[in-house]
C-alpha cells in the first residue's frame, strides 16, 4: 500500500479487532507496518506527538462519557493526520458525528476486516499523499480533481482493481447551460453554480469514491468497488438532488446537467484514459444527436 513503512497510531479497548486485522493486511508486506497501540485517550495523545503519525484510528468507547470531545482533542493535537474512528455499531450515529468534528471516516466493530481497513487507510493515505500537490490536482473553484488529478487517481484505482479483482463505474457530467449563466448573471453567479455542481456529485456517492472538475463544464465521479447497476443508482440520485436542488434557485435559472454512465470490469482491456476517453465519448455524441 506504501512505499514505506506506514507509521500508525491506534488507540483500541479490548478486544483489539482492529489491530488483529491491520497484522494480517500488512503480513508479509515490504516495507510493511510501523504500529503504536494505546489503551487509554490520556496516553494517545502525548503519544502523538512522539510517534507522529501518518493516521490515528480512535476507539470511541475508550472515552464512554464525552467520545466526540476525544475526537475533537485528537484532531486538535494533530490536524495534519487523517482520523479514523472505530464504533461499535450501536454509535453509528456518534460515529457519523465525529466527522464533523475532525474524524475523516468511520469503522464499525464486527466489519473490520482487511478489505474495509485498506480502503480506509488507502483513502487516508491518498489524502496525504495529495496534500502537498493540491494546487496541482485540485480545482480552485471547485476544490475537485482537475483533469490530470482524477485521471492520476483513477489509474491507481484501475490497478488496484485489476490486482484486486474488483470493478468500478464512472459517471460523466457536462454543465449544459454554465455558459448561459455566465454571460446573463456574471462569473461570480457561474462560479457559485459550479461550486453546487460539485456539491451535488459530491452529496450522491460515498466518501472512497472520486470526484473530478475535467474542463470547463465537464465533471465526472469514479464509483470504486461498485458493480455496474450502482452506475444508474448514482445518476437517478444526483437527477432527484439536483431537481431539489433547482427548486430552490430563483431568481437564477436552474442548472442543466447532462450524464453518461461505463462500467468496468476485471476481463475489461485498455488503460484508465482510455475507459475515461470513452465515457466521454459518449456523452460528447448524446449532445450532437440533440442538436442535429
Not at 496525504?128 to 484505482?157: E, H, I, K, P
Not at 455558459?179 to 455542481?197: I, W
Request: glycine share 8%; net charge negative.
Amino acid at each position: 500500500m506504501t512505499q514505506r513503512r506506514l507509521r500508525l497510531l491506534l488507540a483500541e479497548g479490548s478486544p483489539g479487532e482492529a489491530t488483529a486485522a491491520l497484522h494480517e493486511l500488512y503480513a508479509g508486506t515490504d516495507p510493511g507496518l510501523d504500529l503504536t497501540v494505546v489503551s487509554t485517550i490520556a496516553t494517545l495523545l502525548p503519544t502523538i506527538k512522539v510517534v507522529d503519525p501518518e493516521v490515528i484510528l480512535l476507539d470511541l468507547g475508550l472515552d464512554l462519557r464525552e467520545p466526540l470531545d476525544a475526537v475533537h482533542l485528537v484532531h486538535r493535537t494533530a490536524p495534519g493526520a487523517p482520523l479514523i474512528v472505530i464504533a461499535d455499531p450501536a454509535e453509528k450515529e456518534q460515529a457519523i458525528r465525529s466527522l464533523a468534528q475532525g474524524a475523516m471516516d468511520y469503522v464499525l466493530k464486527g466489519h473490520i476486516d482487511t478489505h474495509t481497513l485498506e480502503r480506509v487507510l488507502r483513502t487516508a493515505l491518498e489524502r496525504n499523499t495529495l496534500t502537498g500537490l493540491t494546487d496541482l490536482l485540485r480545482d480552485q473553484v471547485t476544490g475537485l480533481y482537475t483533469r490530470d488529478g482524477f485521471l492520476t487517481v483513477g489509474a491507481r484505482r484501475h490497478e488496484e482493481a485489476m490486482r484486486g479483482g474488483s470493478s468500478f463505474v464512472l459517471i460523466c457530467v457536462l454543465f449544459e447551460n454554465l455558459q448561459g449563466l455566465r454571460e446573463a448573471f456574471g462569473p461570480g453567479t457561474a462560479d457559485r453554480a459550479l461550486s453546487d455542481v460539485a456539491g451535488l456529485l459530491k452529496g450522491c456517492c460515498r466518501r472512497s469514491d472520486v470526484v473530478g472538475r475535467l474542463g470547463e463544464a465537464q465533471f465526472a465521479i469514479l464509483g470504486v468497488d461498485a458493480v455496474a447497476p450502482s452506475a444508474q443508482v448514482m445518476r437517478s440520485r444526483l437527477e432527484q438532488h439536483l431537481a431539489v436542488h433547482n427548486q430552490t434557485r430563483s431568481p437564477w435559472e436552474p442548472i442543466d446537467l447532462r450524464t453518461s454512465i461505463g462500467s468496468w470490469i476485471p476481463q475489461d482491456t485498455g488503460t484508465f484514459a482510455e475507459f475515461l476517453d470513452s465515457a466521454e465519448s459518449r456523452l460528447r455524441l448524446g449532445l450532437a444527436e440533440m442538436k442535429s
